[in-house]
Nanobody
Framework: QVQLVESGGGLVQAGGSLRLSCAAS????????MGWFRQAPGKEREFVAA???????NYADSVKGRFTISRDNAKNTVYLQMNSLKPEDTAVYYC?????????????????WGQGTQVTVSS
């Protein structure tokens, strides 16, 4: 079992930046594929970015070129650097871990979830 704790959310103006962190418990963090998802009020949860245990990455079209996912296995942490933020990026952002190490844009492929962190982008 792995536990995930997100941090780094907050209020930022459009065009600004934030870096989200997700700290994972457990000694096998490097074996997990990791993903970030988000959910805006009244909308379904959607894929944002993912990174495999081999450091392959995948992004939603809406964030390509603005967001960067990375991981530090020595610190059991995955990051989401968010630049050029837009009001439509406002959502609760969730970190997720996937057994077997690959990545996926499907939320049902992930086995463990954090509690979420709020990101609000003002216009």
């Amino acid at each position: 079992q792995v536990q995930l704790v997100e941090s780094g959310g907050g209020l930022v103006q459009a065009g600004g930046s934030l870096r989200l962190s997700c700290a994972a418990s457990g000694r096998t963090f490097s074996n997990y594929g990791m993903g970030w998802f988000r959910q805006a009020p009244g909308k379904e949860r959607e894929f944002v970015a993912a990174i495999s245990w081999m450091l392959n990455t995948n992004y939603a079209d809406s964030v390509k070129g603005r967001f960067t996912i990375s991981r530090d296995n020595a610190k059991n942490t995955v990051y989401l650097q968010m630049n050029s933020l837009k009001p439509e990026d406002t959502a609760v952002y969730y970190c997720a871990a996937k057994n077997l190490g690959g990545y996926s844009s499907r939320s049902d492929m992930y086995n463990h979830w954090g509690q979420g962190t709020q990101v609000t982008v003002s216009s």
